[in-house]
């Protein structure tokens, strides 16, 4: 079992730097829209820029991590506005491992149980309404247990704090002009 710390405000400030360093290395030319928007709990949430667009998007990592494998890359759960492409509340999970072919994540606040679709790395709601019904479920809820199987068989499940995760919502929702 790997568990995970939780990151002080410095360190989440210095992976935020890291990645908004990253999205304007893709797009320098666009780099004035990329902008951190705070840290909120254990969420952050910042804009990025898709050629001449600017999204918002919002992550966390997980407060704990159970399952019995060696090695496993960075674990983060996201929701995305795209609003120029009309997709808000794109919610997504990487798991940091291939998953099992088409095998299913399930997501789990409160009582509460969601069916996700997997696709490489990461696990997607399969429609905008799922993805509008997760997100309110996180809004309202505390916690969050996300469960899958990699492709060599091992099971996973990663708990989330929601802490913060309203204030964060309501910050890409100011940003990207989305109720």
């Not at 989440?12 to 030319?29: D, K």
């Not at 983060?76 to 299913?104: C, I, L, M, Q």
Request: proline share 2%.
């Amino acid at each position: 079992m790997i568990v995970f710390r939780r990151y002080s405000f410095l360190s989440f400030t210095v992976v935020l730097f890291a990645f908004g360093a990253a999205v304007s290395a893709a797009a320098v030319s666009a780099a004035a829209a990329d902008k951190v928007l705070g840290l909120y709990g254990d969420w952050g949430a910042q804009t990025f820029t898709e050629g001449k667009n600017t999204g918002c998007s919002m992550w966390s990592q997980p407060t704990k991590g159970e399952g019995k494998y060696k090695q496993r890359g960075p674990v983060y759960a996201y929701v995305t506005h795209r609003p120029w492409d009309k997709r808000v509340n794109e919610v997504s999970f990487a798991s940091g491992y291939a998953f099992k072919k088409d095998s299913t994540v399930q997501v789990r606040i409160g009582g509460e149980k969601f069916t996700l679709f997997t696709d490489g790395e990461t696990a997607w709601s399969r429609s905008a309404k799922d993805d509008k019904q997760l997100v309110d479920a996180m809004r309202r809820g505390n916690s969050m247990a996300v469960s899958g199987v990699s492709s060599k068989g091992t099971q996973t499940t990663d708990s989330y704090s929601l802490t913060g995760f309203t204030k964060a919502y309501e910050a890409i929702g100011k940003a990207c002009n989305v109720k």
